[in-house]
């Protein structure tokens, strides 16, 4: 609460809570992302879920290229992409949630860029973060899950959805070794933001565990 300048008491803005999932691809954050959704929404409350890329119209467009292009893009070209969706997602659709009080639930964030195109393309982690951290106005999560899984397992859940892989999720093993690598650095420097999860466990078990994290912010 703030004192305006007839020293009447002036409310304090309307602060929503942004929650985001990251991991590797195949780790389960859809599943997650929508397990929360439904607990948040069953208790009344008001939930933006969205994802990067592709939450707006614009991102749909930049989601397509980074993701579904065929032929290459310049690992620099796409960390741009991802930091322009990023961009505007935040401006038109993250922070206008935010100030209307509401939860913002969203599948990725400038976690992935550190750790794809940081770790995964060898860009480097501080100049991708700074990029993301421009495009954004510094916005960072009040949470970020983490779910956590060897490479090989989560390739092999991959393999059972039986769908195309994405430009991503069909690179070597490597790759996805050193994302693994930048996640878990990522939260071992933030662990006031982090929560580290063990996506071999059954869903409704690491559903349980994000629900706790979250009860105290949603007092």
Known sequence: MTVGSDTAPVPDPVEGLFVTFEGGDGVGKTTQAALLERWLTDAGRTVVRTREPGGTEVGVLIRD????????????????????????????????????????????????????????????????????????????????????????????????????????????????????EEFLALAAAEPGRFLVLDASLPAEELAAAVRERLAALLV
């Open 65 to 180: 290229i980074v993701l579904h292009h065929r032929g290459e893009v310049a690992p620099r070209a796409e960390a741009l992409l991802y930091a322009a969706d990023r961009a505007h997602h935040v401006e038109t659709l993250v922070r206008p949630a935010l100030a209307r009080g509401e939860v913002v639930i969203q599948d990725r964030y400038l976690d992935s860029s550190v750790a794809y195109q940081g770790a995964g393309r060898v860009l480097g982690r501080d100049e991708v973060r700074e990029l993301s951290l421009w495009a954004t106005g510094g916005l960072l999560p009040d949470v970020t899950v983490l779910l956590d899984l060897d490479p090989s397992v989560a390739r092999a859940r991959l393999d059972a959805d039986d769908k195309p892989f994405d430009r991503l999720e069909a690179e070597k093993e490597h790759f996805h070794a050193r994302v693994r």
